[in-house]
T-cell receptor, first 114, second 110 residues
Framework: NAGVTQTPKFRILKIGQSMTLQCAQDMNHNYMYWYRQDPGMGLKLIYYSVGAGITDKGEVPNGYNVSRSTTEDFPLRLELAAPSQTSVYFC?????????????FGPGTRLTVT | RKEVEQDPGPFNVPEGATVAFNCTYSNSASQSFFWYRQDCRKEPKLLMSVYSSGNEDGRFTAQLNRASQYISLLIRDSKLSDSATYLCVVKDTGGFKTIFGAGTRLFVKA
C-alpha cells in the first residue's frame, strides 16, 4: 500500500519556467490537498479537491493551478515560476473532510526557483 | 495575531524527562484539534487528536481548554526518538480549512 506518492522529490527551476508536481493516492480518498511549507512556517493550503472534477482555492492559490480528472491523481501546476515559490510542497488526502478526519501526507517535493 | 500560535522552541530535554507544549488558537468557533509530528525533512504524521475531555495515548496526553482557546501536549518519559517538530493543527466547522501552527521543536538528549 503506497499511500500518497509525490514526484519529483527535488527540482530546481529557473525563473519563468513551468512545471507540474505530481500527486497520487491509492486509498480511494475523496479529498485531496496541496500545501506549501516555508522554512520555520506552518503548512499553508494552496488548493483542495472534494472529488474528481471539483477543486477550490485555499489560502495561497496565486501562481498555481490544479486539476482532478481522477480520484487518484491531483497534479499541481506552477506557471511562470518565481523565487517566492521556493518551498516544500506536500500533497495530502483524506477519506472525508469532516472535523475528525486525519490527513495523510506524501513525502513532499522540494522546489527551488532561481 | 496568528490563527494558531506555538512556541517554536527548541526544547532541549534529557531522556526520561516530562515536557509540555502549548498551542493557542484565535477562532473560538474551531471544531477540532490535532497534534502532528514532523521529523526533519519528512512529511507530517498524525500523533493524536485532541478531544474536549482530554485524551491519552501511552506516554502522550493531549488537553483542550476551549475557554482559554489553547491545547496542550504532554510527553512523559521522553525518548530519543521523540525528537521532532510537533505541529498544532486546528480545523474549522467545515473541515476544509485546516490551520497548521509553525511547530515546536523538541530535542531529547541522552
Amino acid at each position: 500500500n503506497a499511500g500518497v506518492t509525490q514526484t519529483p522529490k527535488f527540482r530546481i527551476l529557473k525563473i519563468g519556467q513551468s512545471m507540474t508536481l505530481q500527486c497520487a493516492q491509492d486509498m480511494n480518498h475523496n479529498y485531496m490537498y496541496w500545501y506549501r511549507q516555508d522554512p520555520g512556517m506552518g503548512l499553508k493550503l494552496i488548493y483542495y479537491s472534494v472529488g474528481a472534477g471539483i477543486t477550490d482555492k485555499g489560502e495561497v492559490p496565486n501562481g498555481y493551478n490544479v486539476s482532478r480528472s481522477t480520484t487518484e491523481d491531483f497534479p499541481l501546476r506552477l506557471e511562470l515560476a518565481a523565487p517566492s515559490q521556493t518551498s516544500v510542497y506536500f500533497c495530502a488526502s483524506s477519506y472525508e473532510a469532516g472535523v475528525r478526519n486525519e490527513q495523510y501526507f506524501g513525502p513532499g517535493t522540494r522546489l527551488t526557483v532561481t | 495575531r496568528k490563527e494558531v500560535e506555538q512556541d517554536p522552541g527548541p526544547f532541549n530535554v534529557p531522556e526520561g524527562a516530562t515536557v509540555a507544549f502549548n498551542c493557542t488558537y484565535s477562532n473560538s468557533a474551531s471544531q477540532s484539534f490535532f497534534w502532528y509530528r514532523q521529523d526533519c525533512r519528512k512529511e507530517p504524521k498524525l500523533l493524536m487528536s485532541v478531544y474536549s475531555s482530554g485524551n491519552e495515548d501511552g506516554r502522550f496526553t493531549a488537553q483542550l481548554n476551549r475557554a482559554s482557546q489553547y491545547i496542550s501536549l504532554l510527553i512523559r518519559d521522553s525518548k530519543l526518538s521523540d525528537s521532532a517538530t510537533y505541529l498544532c493543527v486546528v480545523k474549522d466547522t467545515g473541515g476544509f480549512k485546516t490551520i497548521f501552527g509553525a511547530g515546536t521543536r523538541l530535542f531529547v538528549k541522552a
